[in-house]
T-cell receptor, first 113, second 112 residues
Framework: DTGVSQDPRHKITKRGQNVTFRCDPI?????LYWYRQTLGQGPEFLTY????????KSRLLSDRFSAERPKGSFSTLEIQRTEQGDSAMYLC???????????FGPGTRLTVT | KQEVTQIPAALSVPEGENLVLNCSFT??????LQWFRQDPGKGLTSLLL?????REQTSGRLNASLDKSSGRSTLYIAASQPGDSATYLC???????????FGAGTTVTVRA
């Protein structure tokens, strides 16, 4: 297995546009997490899935954000009506079980102009 | 609420010097602690994971210690090299909800 992958690696969009990111976890991992990281800060938890069920969403995740994990495999994170404050690195991680090590993908760098 | 602090925020050392990076956390109810490396504009690479029952973990030139009762962890990097230049992040896995809480990181520069 090649690890967690994310696509695209970079996205530049204009304010008000919608964007969608994809994450492919390590194949046998049942847990998938999304984090957001702004410059000079550590990643902050956004949401996570156990298999296909989205179990928790952070208050950081406004109504403009939605995440899915159909069939418990890959996940998508969509941001509608992007704002400049959405500019950040979006990181995906996966793990086998809640208490085990989380493996991170390379991230998607979003720039909203 | 779990707060994770890393001091110093930045560190510059000459090649060959040993590095000491500190991490502190406010709630000792953790399942494990991870140290990550992050290169500019890249994702996170896991370096070491210490379970809450362990006192230290070693991998090559890296050694991490954990004192859960005092809420502290230290990452030691022996004989630093320019390739060690990166940001190092620590994160604790909270035992009540299994979420990772991260520090803001220590940015290390190793001068040749």
């Amino acid at each position: 297995d090649t690890g967690v992958s994310q696509d695209p690696r970079h996205k530049i969009t204009k304010r008000g546009q919608n964007v969608t990111f994809r994450c492919d976890p390590i194949s046998e991992h049942n847990r998938l997490y999304w984090y957001r990281q702004t410059l000079g800060q550590g990643p902050e938890f956004l949401t996570y899935f156990q298999n296909e069920a989205q179990l928790e969403k952070s208050r950081l995740l406004s109504d403009r954000f939605s995440a899915e994990r159909p069939k418990g495999s890959f996940s998508t994170l969509e941001i509608q009506r992007t704002e400049q404050g959405d500019s950040a690195m979006y990181l995906c991680a996966s793990s086998l079980g809640a208490e085990n090590e989380q493996y991170f993908g390379p991230g998607t760098r979003l720039t909203v102009t | 609420k779990q707060e994770v602090t890393q001091i110093p925020a930045a560190l510059s050392v000459p090649e060959g010097e040993n590095l000491v990076l500190n991490c502190s956390f406010t709630d000792s109810a953790i399942y494990n602690l991870q140290w990550f490396r992050q290169d500019p504009g890249k994702g996170l690479t896991s370096l070491l994971l210490i379970q809450s029952s362990q006192r230290e973990q070693t991998s090559g030139r890296l050694n991490a210690s954990l004192d859960k009762s005092s809420g502290r962890s230290t990452l030691y990097i022996a004989a630093s090299q320019p390739g060690d230049s990166a940001t190092y992040l620590c994160a604790v896995l909270r035992s009540n909800d299994y979420k990772l809480s991260f520090g803001a990181g220590t940015t290390v520069t190793v001068r040749a």
